[in-house]
């Protein structure tokens, strides 16, 4: 035989199947090694994309109120509107008396110029008629 395969023979022995077999791996090596750069490139990317929302959204966290916080508020707020609607009650009360006390010396004077007017008519008449029959 002059090196070249009969037909029936296969033409691979252990060495060129051991070489042939070193030749893929390396090559997958390869492969595999730079699709695990850029898969930790992306992984990275990723990650900082992350952790620059999880600060902003710590950040904006910051701005909200807590439901304690406004419960407490509510609180705080419904005790100082009573306290000013009770004030105003009292003012509103004095206002009050002090219409009713007016209205009855309102009334007072009234009565009393119903007296005093046909009193100070018939004076008036009088001295009208005593000034003018001379």
């Given at each position: 035989?002059?090196?070249?395969?009969?037909?029936?023979?296969?033409?691979?022995?252990?060495?060129?199947?051991?070489?042939?077999?070193?030749?893929?791996?390396?090559?997958?090596?390869?492969?595999?090694?730079?699709?695990?750069?850029?898969?930790?490139?992306?992984?990275?990317?990723?990650?900082?994309?992350?952790?620059?929302?999880?600060?902003?959204?710590?950040?904006?966290?910051?701005?909200?109120?807590?439901?304690?916080?406004?419960?407490?508020?509510?609180?705080?707020?419904?005790?100082?509107?009573?306290?000013?609607?009770?004030?105003?009650?009292?003012?509103?009360?004095?206002?009050?008396?002090?219409?009713?006390?007016?209205?009855?010396?309102?009334?007072?004077?009234?009565?009393?110029?119903?007296?005093?007017v046909p009193i100070a008519g018939v004076i008036g008449g009088a001295i009208v008629k005593l000034f003018s029959s001379k």
């Amino acid at each position: 035989m002059s090196g070249e395969t009969e037909r029936n023979v296969s033409g691979w022995s252990i060495d060129t199947l051991h070489m042939h077999f070193n030749r893929l791996w390396k090559s997958e090596s390869r492969s595999v090694r730079r699709a695990l750069k850029l898969q930790a490139k992306e992984y990275e990317r990723r990650l900082n994309s992350l952790n620059h929302a999880h600060e902003q959204a710590v950040e904006t966290a910051h701005t909200y109120v807590t439901l304690d916080k406004y419960e407490d508020w509510i609180k705080q707020n419904a005790s100082a509107k009573d306290a000013a609607f009770e004030r105003a009650d009292e003012k509103i009360e004095g206002l009050k008396r002090r219409i009713e006390a007016m209205e009855k010396a309102h009334n007072r004077l009234i009565g009393i110029m119903l007296v005093v007017v046909p009193i100070a008519g018939v004076i008036g008449g009088a001295i009208v008629k005593l000034f003018s029959s001379k």
